[in-house]
């Protein structure tokens, strides 16, 4: 199987496209590295090295030769042309090839821990493993390259197992009910033109690719260990799922990556019979490894040294997932392919079998853990679960400029979906334009109420400076500001969506495509139009009637939008809908640490004047019983859903016509309201919230009358 199989054929076409991809990452980064970490740059690279050295960190903490020679423009430069070069010398084999693979690790890995804002994806991890691993195991590949070859089927598995297992028990429910894909072609970070070709395919097509995604990583990774005619199925199985991910978007060189790692499932006679030039065959036995024999104790090193401590510690980001999870609940085609990890679990737990062992399993898995923590800070054996979360949504930030405060224009993007008149970009191969992809993770944390980070800040900030090396990161600028600065910008939250081509087809949709906007693209929403007028725009950190304001339609959305800023500076922002006639219920509750919650009934806060509550009626009698039974025991849920710990009140907006109800808020504190509870119920609650902070338990309460 693994040592009765030829090799090096298939090493030498691995050394040479890891060299490829290596050489595309560097040349990416050189274009767009001024812009991002550069001296005038939106996160410089200084500031993060500077603060490293105050607080004395060592290489090993933050690997990065900026912290040892220099965080100049000039060395950062130096950095990506070093990496360019040892990635063209190691395709030609010029010099020894480890020692080529270490300087772009040394390099790629000193620009990514200076850029973790714009480069801490898990492509970029993901080539500096591949890159160390190729390091610490060329001493050995010519004599043997079984070695290098275990290595690489075991961050296969890892990768493949994982984004399995991590989509099922992410807690994503489109990846149970089979509509993941329905939602990843319009909301993944940067589509290209045959997106919505794809999208625009029928529900039942959208969940056959989910469970063949499944099938492929699951079953598929555990066929890495199998004989050559098996991996096939495994190879196959693999590149179908990575082709689709490039072909319908930008992921740089993500599946190119994982190609490359694939590489070595298949050994040197499937390869000889695949390659149809013998040209391509010559070179690369030129440039392969010549191989060596060595004495049979030294054999075992490289085993004991680097493949079983790999092995072990890869199973570490898996192994929190069983422990937290029931794997006999998952599908039949992720259980069996998760079997002997669930066997050697139950195995770790079972006393009876570990005296058996030469080293106590649970050791194993111990000292595994401190090797993962250990290695952790130098990005081997990552975490790598692809698409666990499918965005339900596509937020997009909009950015404008103006001169006069009335007159405003939109700043385009280079591939980032801005103009709804643009077609969709084509990344070149490989390039990863991180700009537009941090832009895409941002507005999604926007849309939950997240303020925009510090980095965003300075972004807008160098546009307003007309910062060149920032401008440069954009597509094409507002006319009046190509030779100029706007004196005022900001920044707009748009809901965007995939139109189809057809009115009929839009059937097969969420949301039907507005008739005007069939034909296009995209069509694009403000998010208060999206709602749908009257809205409610309210500050999170507001109260008693402060930061609050009812908008009606776009012709005072913006003022009043203005009004709750300046009354409640540097809060969240959230738009509402609003909602007519209906009353103000909420239920109160107590929750420990143990994931224990209960409910004390219901009020009811209706009478309020500038939304500042008057009166407290308990129990709310406005709604039936069987209603507020609901809300309570929603309430519970939520409590215990989002580990919610001490008192709480979970507020509802109750539709009296329709017996309807909608969450409102979690106030996570006692309210000056809180004694029509207590005169209902017996229950004191202050004392219970610090019986809950003392970890006692707390006693169920029962209503005794009714309190105004």
């Known amino acids: 199987m693994l040592f009765n199989e030829p090799w090096y054929l298939s090493l030498s076409l691995f050394e040479r496209t890891l060299a490829c991809i290596n050489l595309a990452a560097f040349l990416s980064s050189l274009s767009q590295w001024r812009g991002q970490i550069g001296s005038t740059g939106i996160l410089p690279a200084y500031s993060f090295v500077r603060y490293w050295k105050e607080r004395k960190m060592t290489f090993f903490q933050r690997p990065t030769l900026c912290l040892i020679i220099s965080d100049s423009d000039n060395f950062l430069l130096a950095l990506h042309w070093i990496g360019i070069i040892c990635s063209i010398m190691a395709f030609f084999a010029i010099i020894p090839i480890g020692i080529c693979f270490l300087g772009c690790w040394l390099c790629y890995s000193s620009l990514v821990t200076v850029s973790t804002t714009f480069m801490g994806l898990q492509m970029h991890s993901n080539l500096l493993e591949t890159n160390m691993l190729y390091v610490l195991c060329s001493p050995f590949l010519a004599a043997q390259p079984e070695v290098f070859v275990f290595i690489q089927w075991t961050l296969l598995f890892r990768i493949m197992l994982g984004g399995a297992v991590g989509k099922y028990t992410g807690g994503d429910r489109s990846w149970k009910d089979g509509s993941a894909m329905l939602w990843h072609y319009w909301t993944q970070p940067l589509p290209n033109p045959l997106s919505p070709i794809f999208y625009r395919m029928s529900a039942s097509i959208h969940k056959m690719e989910t469970y063949f995604t499944y099938i492929s990583e699951g079953i598929g990774a555990l066929l890495c260990y199998t004989p050559q005619i098996t991996r096939w199925i495994s190879y196959v199985f693999f590149l179908l799922i990575l082709l689709g991910i490039n072909i319908t978007g930008n992921y740089a060189h993500l599946a190119p990556l994982t190609i490359t790692e694939m590489i070595l499932l298949l050994n040197d006679n499937v390869w000889r019979s695949l390659i149809p030039f013998e040209f391509i065959i010559s070179f690369l036995e030129y440039t392969s490894i010549p191989p060596y024999s060595i004495a049979w104790p030294f054999k075992l090193l490289p085993w004991i040294c680097i493949a079983l401590p790999y092995f072990f510690i890869s199973l570490i980001p898996l192994w929190s997932t069983f422990r937290e999870e029931n794997p006999f609940s998952w599908p039949i085609f992720i259980r069996y392919s998760t079997r002997p990890l669930i066997l050697t679990q139950s195995i770790y737990y079972n006393k009876h079998f570990q005296r058996y062992f030469l080293i106590p399993w649970n050791y194993i898995m111990n000292w595994s853990e401190y090797g993962y923590d250990l290695l952790s800070p130098i990005r081997l054996c990552g975490r790598y679960v692809k698409f666990a979360h499918m965005t339900k949504r596509r937020w997009e930030i909009i950015i404008e400029g103006s001169d006069n405060g009335s007159d405003w224009y939109e700043y385009e993007f280079k591939y980032k979906p801005s103009n709804i008149n643009k077609r969709l970009a084509i990344v070149p191969f490989c390039h990863m334009p991180n700009l537009d992809w941090r832009l895409w993770f941002l507005p999604n944390d926007a849309a939950r109420g997240a303020p925009p980070p510090h980095w965003f800040d300075v972004f807008l900030q160098r546009i307003l400076d007309h910062n060149q090396a920032v401008l440069a990161l954009l597509g094409r600028l507002p006319e009046p500001f190509r030779n100029k600065p706007p004196k005022y910008i900001r920044a707009w939250l748009y809901d965007y969506r995939f139109t189809y081509k057809r009115e009929q087809d839009s059937k097969q949709l969420v949301e039907k495509t507005p008739p005007d906007q069939i034909g296009r693209t995209w069509y694009r929403n403000r998010v208060a139009i ?179």
């Open 530 to 708: 999206r709602i749908g007028f009257p809205v409610m725009i309210k500050a999170s950190e507001g109260g008693g009637g402060k930061g609050i304001r009812k908008s009606t339609s776009r012709d005072d959305f913006e003022n009043l939008f203005r009004q709750v800023q300046m009354e409640v500076r540097g809060s969240p922002i959230f738009l509402m809908k609003y909602a007519d006639s209906c009353r103000h219920l909420e239920v109160q509750i107590l929750a420990d640490q143990s994931g224990q919650a209960i409910s004390l009934f219901g009020r009811d806060c209706s009478i309020q004047r500038r939304h500042q509550k008057i009166i407290e009626e308990a129990p709310a009698v406005i709604a039936p019983s069987e209603v507020l039974e609901k809300m309570e025991k929603a309430a519970v849920r939520l409590a215990k859903m989002v580990g919610y710990v001490s008192a709480g009140t979970v507020e509802y907006l109750f539709n009296p016509n329709d017996q309807t109800f909608f969450f409102l808020e979690l106030n996570p504190r006692l309210q000056v309201e809180h004694p029509c509870t207590e005169m209902i119920t017996d229950v004191n609650l202050p004392a219970c919230q610090l019986q809950v902070e003392q970890r006692d338990d707390d006693d169920d309460g029962m209503r005794k009358d009714e309190s105004i």
